[in-house]
Structures are given as structure tokens and as C-alpha cells.
């Protein structure tokens, strides 16, 4: 985790400037912890973009441990905050895949149009076969002009097996043929990457229902997980396509991608206070490798580091 730590802190840098910058300057000894300081800290999270609700959560909760000394003066600040953002992220057990209890384990892999969903599926068919599991891609976007081409490439890339028809073919016949040959090879994953679509386009949700109906069909209890692909360059964008598909396809999981040089990375702070979804996984670049599971206290550690007055 170390080298992904590196990445993840360089990727962040930006984040913990827009908390840095001035918050070295707010938060500095000496300064009292007044109501003006509280609102500059409020506007700071809000700038990093850990949303205007749990901002407020966390500078009244600050406001109250100063009224009752837990936090003496305004240094201990950034302790708190680092603490508290890490232990409000979901625990370790509530980020791991969900498995089939017998046979391939299906993922489906959704989001609109930009996010990353290929590169993503790549990533993570590369991450399973790095513990030792044998995975198979369903190219199930037949819409996008080379999706499946890509996703093909990126297969022989990783090392992996892929199904994939021609384009404009019907996805969830992808996935009927994806889930059969899986099920004969004995494989432990099969990962499906849809085509990216907006809630408001129905027809391409009820592809997304067919799809699963199929998979369904094919092993009990598939699609296992649905995880949704946000772009973490976004914003408060990411926060209302988690809403939207989380309402709309049954999703399981997050996947935070493009974490490489934005200056939003506290939208992981706002989609976890927001709904009630893990972030499973997070990306920081282009490279197969530039993706791990997501921790939450290395993330905010990356997110601080460097913040504190006394160093």
C-alpha cells in the first residue's frame, strides 16, 4: 500500500491545499476559536467539497467539544477533524466484494458517459487476478463506437478473457453468453461493463434491468455487486449520479475514480455522509496499477497530512 499511498497523497495535493492553504494561517496557535474561525474552517471543507451538510456537522461538533475543553484551543482542531472524518467513513468489512456463495461471482459496472467504467473494469479485473482470482470480461456496451475493442485490448493487457459481440448486439445476450462461459470454465469473477447512461433515458435503465434479469437467470443471485463509477473531478455532480443510480439499478458499491490531481477529493466524505454506500475502490491514474481498495484512514491521512501547525 505504500506506493499507492504516494500516489494517493500526490493525487490529493490539491484537496489538501484547498484545506491547507488557508487553514495553516486559520487554525494557527495562538488563535482563538471564535465563530469567525468557525465559519472560515465551514467554508474551507466546503471549497474541498465535503458538502455543505456534513461541514456543518463537523464545525458544530467542534464548536461543542471546545464548550465542553475537549478541544483546548485551535491547533487540536486538525486532529479532530482528521479523527472524525475517518471514523464517520464505513468500516473495512463493509468495503470488500460481495461473493456469490456458489459459483462465478457477477459485477456489474455502471455510471455515465466519462467516468471511467472500461479503464475501471480493466483495473479491477487486474486487481482480482493479482489475489489469485480468475476473472472474465463481458463487453456488454455495444453502443459506444470501440467500446468493446477497448475493453479487448485492455483484456489482453491484463491478462484476462473477455465476450464480446458485435456492436449494437443486444448486452444482455453479452452477459447470457458471459455468465455460461464462466460457469463451464469455473471462473470466480465476471466483470460487465455496461454502457454509460443518464437516468433520464429510460430505455438504456431497462437494458440495465434485462441485464440483470439475465444474469440472474443464469447464477443464482447475480449480479452480486453494481458499482457505480463516479469521477471524483466532479464534485457535488458525483453526489447526485449516486443518488440517482442508487435509486435507479440497485447499486451495491462506489468506485471513485480520476482522485489524480483534483481539488474535490472530500466528495468521499460527502457521498459517504449523504448514502448509505461504500466506497469499494479508488483510482488515481490512467495505469492498471493506479487503483486499490479503498481505506478510509489513508485516504483522510492523505487528505491532512502535512496540516499540522506544530510541524
Known sequence: ????????????????EVLTMDVRDLVKIGRKVDENL????????????????????????????????????????????????ADRLFSESQMKLLKAESGPTVILLVGVNGTGKTTTTAKLAKYLTGTGHSVLLAAADTFRAAAGEQLDIWASRVGVDIVRHSDGADPA??????????TARNMDYVLVDTAGRIHTKSNLMQQLEKIHRVAGKKIS???????????????QNALSQAKIFTEGVGVTGLVLTKLDGTAKGGIAMAINHEISLPIKFIGVGEKEDDFAEFDPREYVKAMFIGMDTRE
Open 1 to 16: 500500500m505504500g506506493g499507492f499511498f504516494s500516489k494517493l497523497k500526490a493525487g490529493l495535493k490539491k484537496t489538501r
Open 38 to 85: 468557525l465559519e472560515e474552517l465551514e467554508e474551507k471543507l466546503i471549497l474541498a467539497d465535503v458538502g455543505p451538510r456534513f461541514s456543518m456537522e463537523i464545525v458544530d461538533d467542534i464548536r461543542k467539544k471546545y464548550k465542553d475543553k475537549e478541544i483546548e484551543n485551535s491547533d487540536d482542531i486538525l486532529d479532530f477533524m482528521e479523527q472524525m472524518l
Open 173 to 182: 445476450a453479452v452477459v447470457f453468453d458471459a455468465c455460461e462461459a464462466a
Open 221 to 235: 443471485g447475480a449480479p452480486h455487486e453494481v458499482l457505480l463509477i463516479l469521477d471524483a473531478t466532479t464534485g
